[in-house]
């Protein structure tokens, strides 16, 4: 791409998140590395948005345990803002300017001042090119429900506003949701565009069966804040499909998430 970054992995270990008692997080231990799709799922309650907003740095109350590191080195989350970006599930765009405007709102604002007029163009230009937004570049957002681009259309845009700032890091809060199948197929081939640039990308899914293997790895929570899995995405269907009915206790409703 025109603008370098720099590939970097995310790793966590024995993270626990207080806010009162009891622990909303408990001894959660993983890593989330560059050009690796990884999906955080688990029941409803389960702290996989707690888990992300730690990570991310977005929570600013209650006590936190254990260590983040930046390839290898201890977070800092002054530099590390800059070197993340954040889609949230509801996103909220400006609905009176085009999607090729919205893209070069957020790269004039966000790209460091060293970078030219020209660069940063160039820069939209691929970023639209890799979302597949190009035939929308014209559109006008509009208001969501109302007029204007359809709901997987606004979060391509998402995507696209916070890969403009060429962050190396992405958290993405449940893109596919809300989509019927054939939506949530064209939001998972633009994720995985994104993750093939070499970016470290952490998602939260609650996916079918036939999003769930565009997957690399899964990291499973259950309720209380508890990792159940983390590793390959194949390997966890040998390990998930186990005859152990006192397992599928623990995860909870991992077949409603899975349909399986």
């Given at each position: 791409?025109?603008?370098?970054?720099?590939?970097?992995?995310?790793?966590?270990?024995?993270?626990?998140?207080?806010?009162?008692?009891?622990?909303?997080?408990?001894?959660?231990?993983?890593?989330?590395?560059?050009?690796?799709?990884?999906?955080?799922?688990?029941?409803?309650?389960?702290?996989?948005?707690?888990?992300?907003?730690?990570?991310?740095?977005?929570?600013?109350?209650?006590?936190?345990?254990?260590?983040?590191?930046?390839?290898?080195?201890?977070?800092?989350?002054?530099?590390?803002?800059?070197?993340?970006?954040?889609?949230?599930?509801?996103?909220?765009?400006?609905?009176?300017?085009?999607?090729?405007?919205?893209?070069?709102?957020?790269?004039?604002?966000?790209?460091?001042?060293?970078?030219?007029?020209?660069?940063?163009?160039?820069?939209?230009?691929?970023?639209?090119?890799?979302?597949?937004?190009?035939?929308?570049?014209?559109?006008?957002?509009?208001?969501?429900?109302?007029?204007?681009?359809?709901?997987?259309?606004?979060?391509?845009?998402?995507?696209?506003?916070?890969?403009?700032?060429?962050?190396?890091?992405?958290?993405?809060?449940?893109?596919?949701?809300g989509l019927d199948a054939r939506a949530a197929a064209i939001v998972m081939r633009t994720v995985r565009n994104?993750?093939?640039?070499?970016?470290?990308?952490?998602?939260?899914?609650?996916?079918?069966?036939?999003?769930?293997?565009?997957?690399?790895?899964?990291?499973?929570?259950?309720?209380?804040?508890?990792?159940?899995?983390?590793?390959?995405?194949?390997?966890?269907?040998?390990?998930?499909?186990?005859?152990?009915?006192?397992?599928?206790?623990?995860?909870?409703?991992?077949?409603?998430?899975?349909?399986?």
């Open positions: 791409m025109v603008l370098p970054f720099a590939p970097l992995s995310l790793a966590f270990d024995h993270v626990n998140y207080f806010v009162n008692m009891p622990a909303l997080l408990r001894d959660i231990s993983g890593a989330f590395r560059p050009g690796v799709l990884t999906a955080l799922v688990g029941v409803s309650g389960a702290g996989k948005t707690t888990l992300m907003d730690v990570l991310a740095g977005r929570k600013t109350g209650g006590y936190i345990e254990g260590s983040i590191s930046i390839s290898g080195y201890p977070k800092n989350q002054s530099t590390f803002a800059r070197i993340s970006g954040y889609c949230e599930q509801n996103y909220i765009h400006s609905p009176h300017v085009t999607v090729y405007e919205s893209i070069v709102y957020s790269a004039w604002l966000r790209l460091s001042p060293e970078v030219n007029k020209e660069t940063r163009k160039m820069f939209v230009e691929e970023v639209m090119e890799l979302i597949e937004l190009n035939p929308l570049r014209d559109a006008l957002v509009g208001l969501p429900g109302v007029d204007g681009l359809p709901t997987e259309q606004r979060k391509r845009l998402t995507i696209a506003v916070e890969l403009v700032s060429n962050p190396s890091i992405i958290f993405m809060d449940e893109p596919t949701s994104t993750v093939d640039t070499g970016r470290t990308v952490c998602t939260i899914h609650q996916p079918s069966i036939d999003i769930f293997e565009a997957f690399d790895e899964l990291l499973l929570m259950k309720r209380g804040g508890e990792v159940t899995y983390i590793g390959n995405i194949l390997l966890s269907f040998i390990y998930l499909v186990i005859p152990n009915r006192s397992f599928y206790s623990v995860l909870g409703g991992i077949k409603q998430y899975l349909k399986i």
